[in-house]
């Protein structure tokens, strides 16, 4: 049985998709205000919002605990509406060695995909998948997508 994995989950969204990769590349920082129920904190660490190399925290609750984790923004693609960060601290490497999150938006005419795709090497064989890690991560799109849509 292989510890590494990958998850891959799509979405379609309502709102704008240049909205949603604004919100999640450039501006985490408002989730908070978008989703005080899933995300009550985004810290900078390092580098300004939006930019590669870019260190970032989270104060999030995950599985109905509070978690804090640190992630390093790896690459930004505007023209793709691609953002890609790796998690280099907190509370989810308890149980992976490595995990990456990326967000892409894919715009057809006035259809917006949001793929999420995790990456994650876990740390032995009895750590679950993180399917519920990919469940909140489509629960904050929904949010997202909500608060523009209003």
Known sequence: MSLKGKLVSEINIKCDGDVFHEIFGHKP???????????????????EWGTVGSVNSWNFTHDGKEKVVKEIVEEIDEEKKL?????????????????????HVETKGENNLVTWIMEYEKKNANVADPHTLMELALNLTKDVEAHHIK
């Open 29 to 47: 920082h408002h989730m908070s205000s978008i989703c005080p129920d899933k995300i009550q904190n985004v810290y900078i660490h390092e580098g």
């Open 83 to 103: 953002i890609k960060k790796k998690i280099i601290e907190g509370d989810l490497l308890e149980d992976y060695k490595s995990l990456y999150i990326s967000a």
